[in-house]
């Protein structure tokens, strides 16, 4: 019943969702893409650390990754969640975007991750949510076609980590009144649910897959986190989600390695 809970407040209120919805697609700002290179690299300036290999960053997903909101690929998630992760590493962090206005799961499946060549790739970021919300997708397929692109990006990247992004807070967009802000935010939420329930019960195929979920914790009550639109974070906003992501990512990194040397070590002892 929780999963359908936003279905069934949205039920009598349709019509007037429906104008809101349609009013706010008209009247907000429609900002570009960001300008530039969607590949880059993020160095550490005068690291006293051995040099080891580049790790590798991937991300796919929607109006953030596509850099909707800032200038450059450099400002948006992906160049900005390589420059913290690099910082916390110390280790230099090669980056690719792919990103696309308006993009779904469904979009992430059959256009956008085929055009990426075959590759080896250390971290991938899955960054949907807010137009799978809007669209009203039931649970059931939001969770299905999250598998299928996880399934896809093994056989494709063979990720040693893949990090879901939260939805963002869309229960506070600016750009959004009430009460169509309010459905909305509950539709996030049942969705963002569905993604822990899903990473808590992943399939046999993928068992060995390594998998985490980040959540957006960003007080949008501050504007300046948010861009002119209302509707997208703001260089400042997209630096907070990039480095939650990277404290998060740095700390899950950890623990994968010291697993894999108490399974040495084990392996040793048995030897």
């Known amino acids: 019943m929780r999963r359908w809970l936003p279905e069934l407040i949205a039920l009598p209120l349709l019509p007037w969702l429906l104008i809101q919805g349609r009013r706010t697609r008209r009247i907000t700002p429609r900002l570009p893409e960001a300008m530039g290179p969607t590949i880059g690299q993020a160095q550490i300036a005068g690291s006293t650390e051995p040099p080891q290999r580049p790790l590798a960053l991937l991300t796919i997903g929607e109006s953030p990754v596509a850099g909707v909101g800032v200038a450059t690929h450099y400002e948006a998630i992906t160049g900005q969640f390589a420059a913290a992760l690099a910082m916390r590493l110390q280790r230099t962090v090669t980056w690719q975007a792919v990103g696309e206005n308006g993009?779904?799961?469904s979009d992430a499946v059959k256009t956008m991750l085929p055009q990426v060549a075959s590759q080896k790739v250390d971290i991938v970021l899955i960054a949907f949510g807010v137009n799978d919300t809007t669209a009203f997708r039931s649970c059931r397929r939001y969770r299905a076609e999250l598998l299928q692109l996880m399934?896809?990006?093994?056989?494709h990247?063979?990720?040693?980590?893949?990090?879901i992004s939260g939805i963002p807070p869309i229960h506070a967009f600016p750009a959004l009144p009430e009460p169509l802000r309010y459905v909305l935010g509950l539709k996030a939420k049942a969705l963002d649910e569905t993604v822990e329930q899903l990473i808590a019960e992943l399939p046999a195929d993928l068992g060995h897959l390594r998998v985490t979920r980040v959540p957006i914790l960003i007080d949008i009550n501050d504007r300046a986190l948010m861009a002119s639109d209302g509707y997208h974070p703001s260089a400042s906003g997209v630096s907070l989600w990039a480095r939650q992501l990277a404290t998060a990512v740095a700390a899950h990194l950890k623990s994968i390695k010291k697993s894999k040397l108490a399974a040495q070590q084990a392996a040793s002892k048995q030897g």
């Not at 399934?151 to 056989?155: E, I």
């Not at 990247?157 to 990090?163: A, G, H």
């Open 103 to 105: 993009a779904t799961l």
């Open 151 to 155: 399934r896809d990006l093994q056989s």
């Open 157 to 163: 990247l063979d990720p040693r980590l893949i990090v």
